[in-house]
């Protein structure tokens, strides 16, 4: 992992340096007594982790983070006990080191960025973004066009899947359905109904048209399916 | 009373020897700077800056295990913000302490 140290006490980046050295996990590039040479840098270089200091004369460590658009990992070092909530509204810090850094607490430091990064490597779930999707329909299999359903509705243990052709009637529930289809095309508006945004032609007060159809829209998801709507 | 110390610098070098001469020499080097500059400050009424500066001693006094002398500073840099002098005598006896044991 490279990274790169900001801070204004030589004494303090010496013993980072050290710390890192020794731990033969991090590689440090460069050191910096100024945020401000530090960002000149990272116009120019990639690194995964900055130990910065917050407490530096005219440009401080969180004007730092402030300044970047996408900030590395970082973790804070400083002599002062009193930031730590403030310091972890940034979502780009990862520890919050107190000096004097002694060696036990830069390891479990370590071990923090270790679980770190093993749970940004899992792999996440990917949505299936194929056009089709097959559904167990009297024991047969029938593959049914996404972009063809206009409405979903829950029925008990059953959901009735409405397209242009013909409705499917499928032992299934809507969270099952829903996990399969795009997004950006599929919102829920209420617990028993998923329709397809493209196909709405009008809302009225908390319901919307769909083809035929007058669906409900829950109070709490109007908002967002507002958002989704490409509003004049 | 309280004494600086390499308690803590050794816990840190975890005993490397260099490592802890080199935390040492830089200390030597940077704390007669760090001292000078708060004093200028100080003395100009410059208390804001002054503050920082005892911000940047504190953690040479924390290295050299001067827990009190610590707690001294914090509050010092604290006071110093709203122009507030009284431990002014306090921080000069820890940097003379300071100074004695680096330098003699």
């Known amino acids: 992992m490279n990274c790169i140290i900001i801070d204004d006490d030589a004494t303090a980046r010496l013993i980072t340096k050290q710390l890192c050295l020794k731990s033969e996990q991090i590689n440090v590039l460069e050191e910096f007594e100024s945020a401000i040479d530090a960002i000149k840098y990272l116009n120019t270089a990639s690194i995964d982790l900055v130990y910065l200091d917050i407490h ?51 390891n479990k430091s370590l071990e923090k960025l270790d679980s770190l990064s093993t749970s940004e490597k899992k792999p996440t779930k990917q949505k299936n973004t194929s056009d089709f999707i097959y559904v167990n329909v009297d024991r047969r299999l029938v593959k049914v066009s996404i972009p063809s359903i206009y409405l979903i509705e829950a029925k008990g243990d059953y959901i009735n899947i409405k397209t242009e052709e013909k409705n499917y009637i499928v ?35 908390n319901t919307v048209l769909i083809k035929k159809d007058v669906v409900p829209v829950s109070r709490s998801n109007k908002s967002e399916l507002m958002q989704k709507l490409n509003l004049l | ?41 100080f003395e100009q009424k410059k208390y804001v800056e002054a503050s920082n500066n005892v911000h940047k001693i504190k953690h040479k006094i924390s290295l050299l295990g001067l827990k009190n002398g610590l707690e001294t500073a914090s509050a010092f840099e604290l006071q110093l913000k709203q122009e507030k002098l009284e431990l002014y005598p306090n921080f000069i006896e820890i940097l003379d302490k300071i100074h004695v044991y680096l330098y003699n």
Not at chain 1, 72 to 90: G, M, Q, R, V
Not at chain 1, 175 to 202: A, C, M, T
């Open chain 1, 171 to 205: 032992h299934s529930t809507l969270k099952k359905i829903e996990d399969k289809l795009p997004s950006d095309s599929f919102f829920k508006v209420h617990r028993s109904f998923i329709i397809n945004i493209k196909e709405i032609i009008d809302i009225e007060d």
């Open chain 1, 56 to 106: 530096m004369p005219t440009f401080s460590g969180f004007d730092f983070i402030e300044t970047l658009k996408d900030p590395p990992k970082i973790i804070l070092t400083t002599s002062d006990k009193n930031l730590a909530l403030e310091a972890f509204e940034y979502k780009s810090v990862v520890d919050y080191l107190v000096k004097p850094i002694t060696k036990e607490r830069f």
């Open chain 2, 1 to 41: 009373m309280e004494l600086p110390n390499l308690t803590l610098i050794k816990e840190i070098s975890g005993n490397d020897i260099e490592f802890e001469n080199s935390i040492l020499d830089i200390i030597k080097l940077e704390f007669p700077e760090e001292v000078a500059i708060f004093k200028t400050n």
